[in-house]
């Protein structure tokens, strides 16, 4: 199995410490990281009261604190959005900007001594992620971004750029499917509406993989991502490479459309919805 490594400038690092870190942390974020060892990650979110998620992110454990894996273009109001909230508690957050993340998949990297190396917590088949000097990773980095995102793309994995900020419940965004949010952890914000969608099952939107029968244009806009079936809309496209994407379907609508016999299109694209081999949901 051959190493793949390709450097990724949307994203960013900062770092959380001091005495009160993890009791912060684990007061805000979805996911528990009570269990996590020194080098052991989470993908969680910080969500807006409502229970749409504002941020997603990575939470890397170190022994001296935690080390944010985050998109390039939140991390100023994510550091913001924390402050906000750590009141007298004894807590610093500091922007690392010499620090630059790549991702790897395939055979695992025998990373350099200033290189972090930490696994993908949301699906093994995702590989790991590396953190260290961005002249590093550039020199380690044998892929292209867009490799990378069909990587994502053909595990069914969404990212921030698909989440986006204040949109998408934990739900519609598979946190409770990859690891990203807690349902016997203590209370975050937005906790309530989460635990009400999972027990009541309302989770009826998806992010999932698709398969396009021909081209779309290499930049949509917001009204050329529409998913239709039967002239009614049930969804929007998100990432594209090629023929392959990922986009936010309503489920139920999806299955009814087909169950009468309706095609599913983008424009005038046809696109088949996948099941992910990971997704424990109905479709």
């Known amino acids: 199995m051959s190493q793949s490594i390709s450097l990724l400038p949307d994203r960013a690092v900062f770092k959380i410490s001091g005495s009160q870190a993890k009791t912060f942390l684990q007061g805000l974020v979805t996911a528990d990281l009570e269990k996590l060892e020194d080098g052991q990650a989470s993908h969680a979110g910080l969500l807006t ?34 402050t906000f909230y750590k009141l007298r508690a004894d807590v610093s957050l500091k922007k690392l900007d010499t620090l630059a993340v790549a991702a790897s998949w395939g055979e695992k990297p025998k990373a350099p001594d200033d290189v972090i190396c930490y696994d993908d917590p949301r699906l093994a088949e995702m590989g790991q992620r590396l953190i260290g000097p961005t002249a590093m990773l550039s020199a380690l980095a044998n892929q292209t971004e867009q490799s990378y995102l069909l990587h994502r793309i053909s595990h069914g994995v969404p990212d921030t750029i698909d989440i986006g900020s204040s949109q998408t419940f934990p739900h519609e965004a598979n946190f409770d499917q990859l690891g990203g949010v807690s349902f016997t952890k203590g209370c975050y914000v937005g906790q309530e509406v989460v635990s009400r969608m999972q027990h009541r099952g309302t989770a009826r939107s998806r992010i999932i993989p698709v398969e396009l029968g021909g081209q779309l244009a290499a930049e949509l806009k917001d009204d050329e991502r529409e998913i239709s079936a039967n002239s009614k809309k049930i969804g929007q496209m998100l990432s594209v490479v090629g023929n392959q994407g990922l986009a936010i379907v309503r489920l139920d609508r999806a299955k009814k459309a087909l169950e009468e016999g309706h095609s599913i299109t983008v424009g005038d694209v046809p696109i088949t919805i996948k099941k992910p081999q990971w997704a424990k949901f109905e479709m």
Request: net charge negative; with cysteine.
């Open 49 to 82: 009261p409502q229970g749409k998620i504002m941020f997603d992110f990575f939470c890397l454990a170190q022994e001296d604190g935690w080390l944010i894996d985050c998109a390039a273009g939140q991390i100023d109001d994510i550091v913001k959005r924390l």
